[in-house]
């Protein structure tokens, strides 16, 4: 069992930065790639980021590649989403979520566990 618990979300100008964090707590974080998803209010669930066990490797989709970089330290079971140069249409609910793999992903299927997520507002 993992539970994750999302912080760092918040109001910010565009062209603003900030980095969210997810504290995960359960002996399985270590093993487990993790992700980023976002919801943005009348629109599904889309992927944003995500990174390997090790934290060698990561992948990010198109509309965030360049502005974020996702990060994960074992030592503290958390992983990290550094975002700049943020736009409006950033603007969304984003949520952290544990895989059952230990290599990336971008399905919403193989993630097993998922955080109550955070607010990002981006205003113009």
């Known amino acids: 069992q993992v539970q994750l618990v999302e912080s760092g979300g918040g109001l910010v100008q565009a062209g603003g930065s900030l980095r969210l964090s997810c504290a995960a707590s359960?002996?399985?974080?270590?093993?487990?790639?993790m992700g980023w998803f976002r919801q943005a209010p009348g629109k599904e669930r889309e992927f944003v980021a995500t990174i390997n066990w090790s934290g060698g490797s990561t992948h990010y989709a198109e509309s965030v590649k360049g502005r974020f970089t996702i990060s994960r330290d074992n030592a503290k079971n958390t992983v990290y989403l550094q975002m700049t140069s943020l736009k409006p249409e950033d603007t969304a609910v984003y949520y952290c979520a544990a895989s059952s793999y230990r290599t990336i992903t971008t399905i919403e299927g193989q993630y097993a566990y998922w955080g109550q997520g955070t607010q990002v507002t981006v205003s113009s």
């Open positions: 359960g002996r399985t974080f270590g093993g487990s790639a």
